[in-house]
């Protein structure tokens, strides 16, 4: 099942391992049970501490549960974990093996105080890169606390369990029988959501921050880069993100970041936090920012908790999130049909009709890779024609199962109540109104900048984005701004990283020019 390389990489990780690791597995005589069987033959051995045996209960078949002697772990993969699951099947390995997380002491802490029963269970595809911070999350938990179960569901090998309960993306996360969320969840998303007092503790922990000289608001490649020149300047340095890596998160292939030749979006952010937290850099991660004030010792953001921070600089990278389409309908099935990740959300709807909304790079490429998947694409595009690479355009037109619209608005998603069941586009030629039934829609129309929170605090281009200089400097002296939430053209990650340094730099400029009376004050 596993490749000489591969073996050799996982044998290495394995000899980590400080207790037992007992798996029971659960199969039939069908292929993928074979290749899970296969699969966890070579993982045991790989390693003298592994032990593989079979179970006979009603449990989900293909299936693996893992468990340690002496160790009350409910942890179990329903399915083949490969592809971006593979990684997270290795972390639950060395995890249930004793070997020790690489998670904050005071995260572990919380996760072992929880009281009461979870009951977990999240549907994932092997193609969503956003899955396995959901799974490694609730299998480390899980790990930790034996009163919280984690079940990872392949959906492509459980269709029935998808459709009855009607999964339309992953991943998809069950509490206790109940739908708990959807979409990418790091551990702190979700003891935020448990956890009821955790709220509240992490808004007294920042109320009682000292002031920074630099805060930096936004955690995606543009914040990670100002964080880590702000503090190699010896300089008090703070970074307040929703979720650090920002919309890197949702890519899924990074190919021209130069030096790095291919990557993964989940995986650069990693590497961007990794190297911020090598640093003396506070990170206060799944926090907001609501507003932002000038006051007499230079500024105070306010966060949707109610907590404020205070720094003598500000520098916003507050990125973009996907752009949607306004219309009737899209917010009432979003995650029920309607989508914006096709890699993530693809797999689910295998063998029906989708439809995808932009003519740009992203909708024709969206719109290629789901042509292998699903039985048929109509590509919607509101201009006369498509906006996309020529070469792109080719491969597009040369697919039997895709049908181009253009100069055409789409007006309303309907649907059923409980998903989507098609759209209604307006013919700009004419203005008929045509209704066109499908299953899935995936909206490839662009970005929005994050900055609806800071209107009438600095100057906004038409388009939202913050307006800066050649030094990243706002309209409002001592706050800059850099990445995509910025008038920099051309959105790219190496561009935002760029445009932090220079933006930090500045703010450090800045900050050495104030009156030593007025920094001291």
Known sequence: MLDANMKTQLK?????????VEITAHADDGAKSREMLALLDDIRSLSDKISVTRGDDGARVPSFALTSPGHDIHLTF??????????????????????????????????????????????????????PDVVQALNLMAVLNPGIEHVAIDGALFQPEVDARQIMSVPTIFLNGEVFGAGRMGVEEILAKIDTGAADRAAEAIKAQDPFDVLVVGGGPAGAAAAVYSARKGIRTGVLAERFGGQVLDTMSIENLISVPHTEGPKLARALETHVREYDVEIMNGQQAARLDAVKDGFRVTLASGASLTAASVILSTGARWRRMGVPGEQEYMNKGVAFCPHCDGPLFKGKRIAVI????????????LAGLVAHVTLIEFDKHLRADEVLQRKLKSLKNVTILTNARTTEVKGDGKRVTGLAYENRTNGEIVDLPLEGIFVQIGLVPNTEWLKGTLTLSPRGEVVTDTHGATSLPGVFAAGDCTTAPYKQIVIAMGEGARASLAAFDHLIRLPVAEKAA
């Open 358 to 369: 932009g003519g740009g790079n992203s909708g024709v490429e969206a719109a290629i890779d």
């Open 78 to 131: 329903a399915g083949l974990p490969m592809g971006h699951e593979f990684t997270s099947l290795v972390l639950a390995l060395l995890q249930v093996g004793g070997y020790p997380p690489k998670v904050e002491q005071a995260l572990q802490d919380q996760i072992r105080a929880l009281k009461g029963q979870f009951r977990f269970e999240t549907y994932f595809s092997l193609s969503c890169q956003n899955c």
């Open 12 to 20: 290495a990780y394995l000899e980590r391992l400080t207790r037992p």
